[in-house]
């Protein structure tokens, strides 16, 4: 700043006459030239400390990102922070409003039973091989007296063994009959019908390769070199048309699952990024995205994926085409079309994402010791008590948790929703806890509508730990060859999915499904098949 005073003083030195006239006139005239020089001059340096403000504010941001991306290089991924990690932080102003401790909150914990800690005992189920250490002869002769020692107990430890998958041949046999006499009538029993026709890949193969590929997110090619290793040569294309034909194979059970999802009243939604390389009219590098989508169920829930080139709000449209209800959703603006356009579909917001950009906030800012808490460590302390209610009532009917959020709470939304309006003029609107702020305050009315309903959750986290398989595959397989291999593997993982959060094992669920499926002709025997109306019990009677 006084580099800028100096500036000035020059400028205005250069720009005065050094003569003075003597009349009043030419005084006037003079003063009237500095007024205007002085008025110029203020004016840059006004435009020059903007400018200077700007800047500082842009290296503040960007100091607050280059932190934020060394956390998640370096530091934990936990949103959890302790009572001292909010004393770490400042903001740039002071708070506008600290909330007070509940000193008088009860909090009521259910009895339970401690878990011991230490080695599992391993399944009685797996077949033992006894080994027996015994003494020599000799040995068992006591060395004091020379008696015979006599056998009081013996002491047992396991150890869990294994051998490589094993493999086996079916092979089908039918018996050709004729008739002896015309030499005109052959006979022989129909093929059963397979997951693939005139394809040496069994239904429990089949099941491995999914399973490996969508559960384990083991790649096509890593499998061929695995297989090779047993001496099976199968190449990595072919693993790859025999996923691509089981997706094509259970198109009747993801439909079905759709008609199911869309009939009730409320869903999860949320979007992944995908690359497909061989897409018409799309360069290889450019992304793609997979829909996923759940019901609102907790005991039978259902999850889809649907693969789509764009992330449009055209997309919503078609996958929520006759569905009414509760949508909850992230602040993505793809959303906005079909809830403005449909006025029987109301939006639930995930307070889990406002969250998050405090969290990024915290873990963005600098370590400093100071007495105040930071504005963005104030916010997680809220979230906290939010999530902390969430936990105590979560195995309560959904009229109770209705009104339990309508006691406790509503009065924190409303103190939060006032502490965020008096707090967001505290900060540079480009700061993160500025603009976490602004989404809280712009997505509120969705993020407190979880309050309407006792089925509704508090955020979207269900979807999103749904769409994490898929986002740990990627980073193994990268990405999907063609578009129908992107279709098939939508339809593969959400039946996998939906099957694991219906406690089904997906290995034998899809072994079950690729046995079972061929065969079934009628709309009632393919609906026996679906995984939020199969049970264990009965996939293990079915495949022995």
């Known amino acids: 700043m006084h580099k800028y005073v100096g500036i000035v003083i020059v400028n205005l030195m250069n720009d005065i006459d050094t003569s003075i006239p003597d009349d009043n006139d030419g005084l006037k005239g003079m003063l009237l030239g500095l007024s205007a020089t002085v008025q110029k001059q203020q004016a840059a340096l006004e435009e020059r400390d903007r400018f200077v403000e700007e800047l500082q504010t842009k290296i503040q941001y960007l100091q607050e990102r280059i932190r934020l991306l060394l956390h998640k290089r370096f530091g934990t991924s936990s949103e959890k922070l302790s009572e001292e990690q909010f004393l770490l932080f400042n903001d740039f102003a002071e708070p506008a ?268 800012q600098t370590k400093k010791i100071l007495k ?52 967001v003029s505290q900060v540079p609107p480009k700061s993160l806890t500025g603009q976490a702020l602004r989404y809280l305050l712009n997505q509120w009315e969705y993020l407190i509508r979880y309050l309407e309903d006792g089925r509704l959750e508090i955020d979207n986290n269900m979807i999103e730990n749904t769409i994490r398989p898929v986002a740990v595959g990627r980073r193994n397989w990268l990405f999907c060859d063609t578009v129908r291999g992107a279709e098939a593997s939508a339809n593969l993982y959400g039946l996998v999915e939906t099957a694991k959060a219906n406690g089904l094992d997906p290995y034998k669920y899809l072994h079950f499904i690729f046995t079972e499926l061929p065969k079934a002709g009628t709309l009632e025997e393919i609906e026996k098949l679906l995984p939020n109306r199969c049970t264990a019990e009965e996939i293990d009677k079915a495949l022995v």
């Open 372 to 423: 105040k808490e930071s504005l963005a460590s104030q916010a997680m302390k809220r979230f906290r008590k939010l999530y902390r209610i969430e936990h105590e009532i979560r195995d309560l009917s959904p009229a109770e948790r209705k009104a339990a959020r309508q006691l406790r709470s509503k009065p924190r939304l409303d103190k939060m929703k006032e502490w965020a309006e008096a707090s």
């Open 97 to 364: 409003e600290r909330e007070e401790e509940d000193s008088d909150d009860v909090v009521l914990v259910k009895e339970h039973k401690r878990v011991k800690n230490g080695r599992k005992p391993l399944p009685d189920s797996l077949p033992r091989i006894e080994v027996i250490h015994d003494l020599s002869d000799e040995e068992k002769i006591c060395p004091h007296d020379g008696t015979a020692l006599k056998k009081i107990g013996q002491e047992t430890s396991e150890q869990l063994g294994m051998t490589p998958p094993k493999f086996w041949v079916t092979r089908h046999i039918r018996p050709k009959y004729a008739c002896p006499r015309c030499e005109e009538t052959v006979k022989m029993a129909p093929p059963p019908p397979q997951a693939i026709p005139k394809s040496m890949a069994g239904p429990s193969l089949l099941a491995h390769i999914a399973v490996s590929k969508y559960v384990d997110a083991l790649p096509l090619n890593r499998q061929s070199k695995m297989l090779k290793r047993s001496d099976i040569h199968i190449p990595r294309a072919t693993l790859a048309i025999w996923m691509m034909k089981c997706g094509e194979l259970v198109q009747s059970l993801i439909n079905l699952m759709r008609d199911e999802l869309l009939s009730g009243s409320y869903t999860q939604m949320d979007e992944t990024g995908l690359q497909v390389l061989k897409e018409p009219g799309k360069l290889a590098r450019s992304k793609s995205y997979l829909w996923a989508q759940r019901s609102g169920s907790k005991e039978h829930p259902l999850i889809l994926f649907h693969y789509d080139p764009t992330r449009s709000g055209e997309v919503p449209k078609r996958l929520l085409e006759g569905f009414s209800g509760f949508l909850q959703v992230d602040g993505y603006t793809g959303y906005n079309a079909v809830c403005e356009e449909s006025s029987e579909i109301r939006r639930v917001g995930c307070m889990a994402h406002a969250r998050r950009m405090f969290d990024e906030a915290v873990k963005a």
